[in-house]
T-cell receptor, first 112, second 117 residues
Framework: LAKTTQPISMDSYEGQEVNITCSHN???????ITWYQQFPSQGPRFIIQ???TKVTNEVASLFIPADRKSSTLSLPRVSLSDTAVYYC?????????????FGQGTTLQVKP | EAGVTQSPTHLIKTRGQQATLRCSPI?????VYWYQQALGLGLQFLLW???????NRGNFPPRFSGRQFPNYSSELNVNALELEDSALYLC????????????????FGPGTRLTVL
């Protein structure tokens, strides 16, 4: 699985747009990029997944440049409830491992 | 559509006892995964079951075991509990490996908080 690098922490204020960038220089041709959100003492929640260009859902947008060596999770108009850890994962589901490797993630703190 | 469910929410045991944790996957999902997340630490892969078979296990001792039932629900058993087994145990499910599409999307349950005294 490709190694990912993302900021350890970020601060924002309510109502602002937050962009979290993840670097994955060794991404393979058939790798997808997946983002999860985790609140304390809860299971990670799937946010968004993409392969190239831009993906948007009701929660977030995911921007992936042409070289796919990085990706940016965009959270529009964050609220206090968006304070959480955000994980970027890259990799194809491997039929002989089954495991997701979570890095340290980005701790987003939204302030009033 | 119901998500992944886990029971119990909390479990308190003493050292040396056995713990059994349960997981029901999303309807239609046949793969179930177990992860351990100790306080303040990252998720560590424990086990993967698919179609009733154990497909892979992480770097955990044999006293961590489990099974998957014909309805694809799963149990995680931890024998001879140790203090360091205290953690949040997370179950995730996904479509079968052979299913095309977003094969790497695992959906997580709320977790079981195991406390070993």
């Amino acid at each position: 699985l490709a190694k990912t690098t993302q900021p350890i922490s970020m601060d924002s204020y309510e109502g602002q747009e937050v962009n979290i960038t993840c670097s994955h220089n060794n991404i393979a041709t058939n790798d997808y990029i997946t983002w999860y959100q985790q609140f304390p003492s809860q299971g990670p929640r799937f946010i968004i997944q993409g392969y190239k260009t831009k993906v948007t859902n009701e929660v977030a947008s995911l921007f992936i440049p042409a070289d796919r060596k990085s990706s940016t999770l965009s959270l529009p108009r964050v609220s206090l409830s968006d304070t959480a850890v955000y994980y970027c994962l890259v990799g194809v589901f491997s039929s002989n491992t089954g495991k997701l490797i979570f890095g340290q993630g980005t701790t987003l703190q939204v302030k009033p | 559509e119901a998500g992944v469910t886990q029971s119990p929410t909390h479990l308190i045991k003493t050292r040396g006892q056995q713990a059994t944790l349960r997981c029901s996957p999303i309807s239609g999902h046949t793969s179930v995964y177990w992860y351990q997340q100790a306080l303040g630490l990252g998720l560590q892969f424990l086990l993967w079951y698919d179609e009733g078979e154990e497909r892979n296990r992480g770097n955990f001792p044999p006293r961590f075991s489990g099974r998957q039932f014909p309805n694809y629900s799963s149990e995680l058993n931890v024998n001879a509990l140790e203090l360091e087994d205290s953690a949040l145990y997370l179950c995730a499910s996904s479509l079968a490996v052979r299913t095309s599409g977003r094969r790497d999307t695992q959906y997580f349950g709320p977790g079981t908080r195991l406390t070993v005294l």
